[in-house]
T-cell receptor, first 111, second 112 residues
Framework: QKEVEQNSGPLSVPEGAIASLNCTYS??????FFWYRQYSGKSPELIMS??SNGDKEDGRFTAQLNKASQYVSLLIRDSQPSDSATYLC???????????WGLGTSLAVNP | DADVTQTPRNRITKTGKRIMLECSQT?????MYWYRQDPGLGLRLIYYSFDVKDINKGEISDGYSVSRQAQAKFSLSLESAIPNQTALYFC???????????FGSGTRLTVV
């Protein structure tokens, strides 16, 4: 059973701090990795995708991938209360047929 | 207009009734998916379709059926609704390959 694991949280950080969200996966054949943000009662929204080892930055968001360790992370710099949401990690299965989802990490940014 | 549109947004139905949830998209994506989300259980895949003639069961297909009427339309049916099908349902779409999904706004279904 291919799995994606995340700490459920809640992760609580003060406004302006760096939030670090982590995800591990079991399928060594996976090639693409995604972070989604989901506000309560709303649909998931794609915020980052990463395909190669290393860092990828987009505004206040940085995704980090280490395929050898089967680990992907999301850093949110200068966290804002509006970043309070559940963050879902998704990994494309090695056969490219569908995404495997983690259960999400709840983030609370305190003013 | 939204790229992925789900109807209805909210629905309350009675046990034993047949109900259809609809999804349409204007993104030109070839792949479409139906998920349900329950607190603590995450997103669970019900059915997925890679094109009009390629429909596959997901991890929780029992009690559900689907129809891919066109590349842009993918409907989910509950043949005889039961209370444990009360959930938030999402349609999602993607291109073939290593691409992320685009989600519709969701349908909140309550079976009483």
């Amino acid at each position: 059973q291919k799995e994606v694991e995340q700490n459920s949280g809640p992760l609580s950080v003060p406004e302006g701090a760096i939030a670090s969200l982590n995800c591990t996966y079991s399928d060594r054949g996976s090639q693409s990795f995604f972070w989604y943000r989901q506000y309560s009662g709303k649909s998931p929204e794609l915020i980052m995708s990463i395909y190669s080892n290393g860092d990828k930055e987009d505004g206040r968001f940085t995704a980090q991938l280490n395929k050898a360790s089967q680990y992907v992370s999301l850093l949110i710099r200068d966290s804002q209360p509006s970043d309070s949401a559940t963050y879902l990690c998704a990994v494309m299965a090695g056969n490219n047929r569908k995404l495997i989802w983690g259960l999400g990490t709840s983030l609370a940014v305190n003013p | 207009d939204a790229d992925v549109t789900q109807t209805p947004r909210n629905r309350i139905t009675k046990t034993g009734k047949r109900i259809m949830l609809e999804c349409s998209q204007t993104k030109g994506h070839d792949r479409m998916y139906w998920y349900r989300q329950d607190p603590g259980l995450g997103l669970r895949l019900i059915y997925y379709s890679f094109d009009v003639k390629d429909i596959n069961k997901g991890e929780i297909s029992d009690g559900y059926s689907v129809s891919r009427q066109a590349q842009a339309k993918f409907s989910l049916s509950l043949e005889s609704a039961i209370p444990n099908q009360t959930a938030l349902y999402f349609c999602a779409t993607s291109f073939t390959g290593n691409y992320g999904y685009t989600f519709g706004s969701g349908t909140r279904l309550t079976v009483v």
